[in-house]
């Protein structure tokens, strides 16, 4: 059996680990739902996908008629930041997922002071969020963000029970006040790229490091069947973090640098509209999407990155001190290569 938690507020047991949708996006629906039966089935009952995700709601909703609806807890998000279009992503989302109710849904990167103005003015997500729980299509309100200072102002408007955030060994800022908050807020935490959004590839040193806080659920995209069974017997098992594991983390952010976008948003806005962090970010998408997905992502983002004046605006307002207009140069010429071979072997 896999171990339970109390899910902040919300009184729902979870497991300690959930299940992420995005990379079933890859696979054909067949296989995509037979992976996720197969983690229900290993006992996992926590699923989280979104409206963004492609066809990952409908693969997810296939899966589950075979299972009780009330040993699950389904959750999915919109990034439509005004009330109707929310509600409508919403009704998508439960024919999708084939289910009368969420049993959280997010507000979908909520980044910026912009993206908090709009969700929580009026007309704007969270009135529709409220009225989806008054119909009883969503049992609990949540967000996701990628920006501290926003996480901490839209956790202290005290009107949320779950918070999804990025959190890792090489992305921990999470660790200074959000968990912190979550805990004393009673706000369920979901542990957003526990393996670092494609960047680590050691599972049992991402998990035995996230295993030290109790109350927090990883979020792992997993896109067979064997890797959730690798994860939860490490988390079934947890072993604290060893000396060498200490000293490997320590490389291993060494050899990464700074030299990674870890979407906070800082930089926003941008003189030529530039979307900023998504351009840094193509990478892992190409790792994470299928290719005609990662193409309809990464086309319009990059095509705009041309209009960069390279004012420099970009880089003094980031903490991480990222060389914007270098690093995307970069992804420019990752990406022209990705596009003529299909192949994910450009990383080298
Ligand atoms: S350097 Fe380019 S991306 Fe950065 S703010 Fe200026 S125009 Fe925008
Ligand atoms: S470029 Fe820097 S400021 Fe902008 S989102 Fe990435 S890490 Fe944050």
Partial sequence: ?????????????VTRVAFGGIPIMRLSKPEGVKVVREVI????????TAYAYGDSEEKIGAAIQDFSRDKLVITSKSMAKDKDTFLQHLDIG????????????????VNSEEDMEKVMGRGGAMEGLRQAIKN???RH????????????????TGKFQAIQFPFNFIDNEAQKEIIPLANEMNIGFICMKPLGGGLLDDAGLCFRYLMQFK????????????????????????SPLSEQDKVRIKGIKKELGDSWCHRCGYCQPCSQAIQISLALIVKSVIKR????????FMEPVMKNVKDCTECGECIEKCP?????????QKNLAVCEKYKKTGKTSVFG
Avoid: C
């Fill in 320 to 328: 991480y001190n990222l060389n914007i207009p270098d690093l995307w």
């Fill in 289 to 296: 999407m299928p290719y005609e997905s990662a193409l309809d």
């Fill in 141 to 156: 309100p949540a967000f996701s963000s990628h920006n501290p200072i926003i996480a901490k102002k839209m956790m202290l």
């Fill in 94 to 109: 439960l024919q999708r997922l084939r289910t009368e109710y969420m049993d959280i849904y997010q507000m979908h990167g």
């Fill in 41 to 48: 089935e290993m006992g996992v009952n926590f699923i989280d």
């Fill in 215 to 238: 109350d927090i659920v990883p979020d792992p995209g997993v896109e067979k069947s064997d890797e959730m069974k690798q994860i939860l017997s490490i988390i079934q098992s947890p």
């Fill in 1 to 13: 059996m896999v171990e339970r938690i109390t899910f902040g507020g919300t009184g729902i047991e």
């Fill in 136 to 138: 009883g299509k969503v």
